[in-house]
Nanobody
Framework: QVQLVESGGGSVQAGGSLRLSCAAS????????MGWFRQPPGKDREFVAA????????LYDDSVKGRFTISRDNYKDTVALQMNSLSPEDTAAYFC??????????????WGQGTQVTVSS
């Protein structure tokens, strides 16, 4: 059974930083591209960042480029999202997701339960 468990969410003031982590189990981690998505209050879920199986390709939404960094550890089966220069517009529930094969912004098969990030002005 595939499980993705996020951690690291919380509340922070604008300009601050948070680091999200996602621990994966029940899958061959190196066969999956990993992504982060978020769902702001009252809005649809949106793509944030994704990383290919061997770190050789990374995708970011334009809204987070230069502020967020996605990384993965294929020995620990984890993926992280370092978020810097946070703004209130980044307030959302953040979800970790896994996709078989090459990295894309769509087509994710497995999802975590989400972790809340709240940025105050």
């Amino acid at each position: 059974q595939v499980q993705l468990v996020e951690s690291g969410g919380g509340s922070v003031q604008a300009g601050g930083s948070l680091r999200l982590s996602c621990a994966a189990s029940g899958l061959t981690f190196t066969s999956f591209s990993m992504g982060w998505f978020r769902q702001p209050p009252g809005k649809d879920r949106e793509f944030v960042a994704a990383i290919d199986r061997s770190d050789d390709k990374i995708l970011y939404d334009d809204s987070v480029k230069g502020r967020f960094t996605i990384s993965r550890d294929n020995y620990k089966d984890t993926v992280a999202l370092q978020m810097n220069s946070l703004s209130p517009e980044d307030t959302a529930a953040y979800f970790c997701a896994a996709r078989v094969g090459k990295v894309e912004i769509f087509g994710y098969n497995y999802w975590g339960q989400g972790t809340q990030v709240t940025v105050s002005s």
